[in-house]
């Protein structure tokens, strides 16, 4: 079983490249009992996302 910092490096990974097969079931598994990771990654796509929505509207163009 994965632990929190282990969930959560995963969680920071999956932004970058795409995790293997046995670490998507891992973390898939630890996300199912861990409300506290399950809040970091909705934390972390709500980041994602308001990053690129601030980009688009700004033109596209980064400073």
């Given at each position: 079983?994965?632990?929190?910092?282990d969930?959560?490096?995963?969680?920071?990974?999956?932004?970058?490249?795409?995790?293997?097969?046995?670490?998507r079931?891992?973390?898939?598994?630890?996300?199912?009992?861990?409300?506290?990771?399950?809040?970091?990654?909705?934390?972390?796509a709500?980041?994602?996302?308001?990053?690129?929505?601030?980009?688009?509207?700004?033109?596209?163009?980064?400073?």
């Amino acid at each position: 079983m994965l632990s929190c910092k282990d969930a959560t490096h995963l969680l920071s990974d999956a932004q970058d490249r795409k995790l293997a097969l046995a670490e998507r079931l891992q973390l898939k598994m630890h996300l199912a009992i861990c409300v506290g990771c399950t809040r970091y990654k909705q934390q972390i796509a709500f980041i994602r996302r308001a990053c690129r929505e601030f980009i688009a509207a700004r033109g596209g163009t980064e400073e």
